[in-house]
């Protein structure tokens, strides 16, 4: 019997692991044992190891109904990734923890596990090690990132000075607009599953939502150029949320400019037909997964001519308040909703 | 309004976290950064990193009706820092993920983090990160650890040898037996919940489940003694399943004596009360996080006295397989049962 024609529970949990591990190939030199005992073992002479981890849940983090399983396999991993960049970091292996529920196929693990070997292929990292087990009810996947950094180019929350130019990579908002897009298909088809999906003309959107790319690009951008950044986060929560992270850290406030936030065309079209204003997309949406930054004034030459970054504002003292100013000069308070999955929880 | 009397709603995420980790203080000096960015940043100059992450799910590998909070917060750290261990490693810093329904309480989680901060005290490691969120269903926790090695002292499954003496520290199978009692109880309260719970008499064998200890000491001793395992693995999954991990990546035999391995009094009492043979809870109950090792003859006097390691057998050929060799001298292959927890799975 070939090994794929194997159920999982004919596999087992080792027989498993060694499956979906057997054509890892170790691509760092740094990483001196991936999976296959207690722990990975990571040679960081000279660096410094910086790590995060996330847990995705499925019903919170994701639907599978219209997730696909290696979308979902290779977004959690760059999630994690885009926290090791924030830092101005280079990550180098991944941990990954599974559990799912018996409905799932082997070919569904599988193709989840597609996802994430092609996230390290296109990042440069290993998966060093995990595990997986069942669970009875929904599937969850956590992932443990972990990169080197060097102590005088790792760029902290806490770092903006007054003055400093608020700076955004990309565009923002239509992670968000591409998953009221699929919310809304979804809903369609529950009530009557004749009619098809209307997705065309949608690509970017949904790319963004199915398949977010991590800003390698700026991160080598600041190393060949020589920029330091003074505070840096990268964009899970939504704008708003992220830049009151960097103003709390740092003891600071901020104006942004709403006319200078970068919304892409695709993404206003599909924000008016929610009637959605394409900046409240931008300011709360979230999973964007591009970096929110500070620099001085000094080195706003250095990243002036990069098409990828605009200069959305700049830190003022903390007694200034952090505020949006609109295009009629109208001042309004920037308030942290994101993504905060409590927000329907009493406990009382 | 103390912070101690909102609800989890009111805090939200970020207000959690911070409530729940105000009182970190890091202990290890190399953790540059713990809780508070995008990620940890960590010092591990002249050491290897050492990493490993387990992801615990309520219904599979825990019971809240039987598991006091506390108890499970510091579960889910010692068996990362146990797993560390294995590798002869130091155990510094874990990061925590956690997702919990809607139905807990602040109190609860507060119990849970205790439970987690007592295991970070007790073995001299720092909460480094980590994120919540909330799960339509049941509760995850996942934990990863990270742990400094020495290239020359790490100690992997693949390096044991023909002849080399297989040992085992402290005795096996009063986890898996206190966990037969909580069920037993469990399963009396459900149908008569007048009916107290009988479990005085059986405090081993509760603690064993419910608040393991690794093992430090041996770490500890192995280090004092200049002792070299060839190949070590933390008992999670029962004797005879990890015995065939090291085994399998040794490429060797194993013959392992039934009379020489350790179970203590209270344990085997209450085998009797089950009708299960105590050897067999050894072999497949799991969850003791003992320590297995192998050492080469020679350094058998270094050991000889430390009344916390038993030698149980020694490595053969492989062509000899796998056995357990029982007091009348019968040859039984020895099974990788474990705690699998695909066993019920069919996804055909």
Known sequence: MNEEDKTISELGEFGLIRHLTQDIRLKNPGTLKGVGDDAAVLDYTGKLVVVTSDMLLEGIH???????MKHLGYKA????ISDLYAMNAIPKQIIVSLAFSKKLTLKQIEN???????????????LAGGDTSTSLTGMAISITALGEGEKERLVYRSGAKKNDLICVTGDLGAAYLGLQLLEREKKIFLENPEIEPQLEGY??????????????DIIEFFRENNVSPSAMIDISDGLSSEILHICNESKTGCKLFAEHIP????AENLAAEFNITPIVAALNGGE???????????????IKDNKNIKTIGHITDRENGHHLITSDGTFIPLQAQGWDTFENITDK
């Open 62 to 68: 994701f639907n599978l109904m219209y997730t696909p």
């Open 203 to 216: 690509d970017y959107v949904l790319q963004r939502q199915l398949k977010p790319e991590p800003r390698a």
């Open 263 to 266: 919304v892409n065309q695709e």
């Open 288 to 302: 964007d997964y591009e970096l929110l930054f500070t620099i001085s004034p000094g080195e706003f030459v250095k």
């Open 77 to 80: 991993v760059v999630s994690n």
């Open 112 to 126: 989840l596990y597609a996802g994430i070997k092609l996230a390290c292929d296109n990042f440069n990292v290993d």
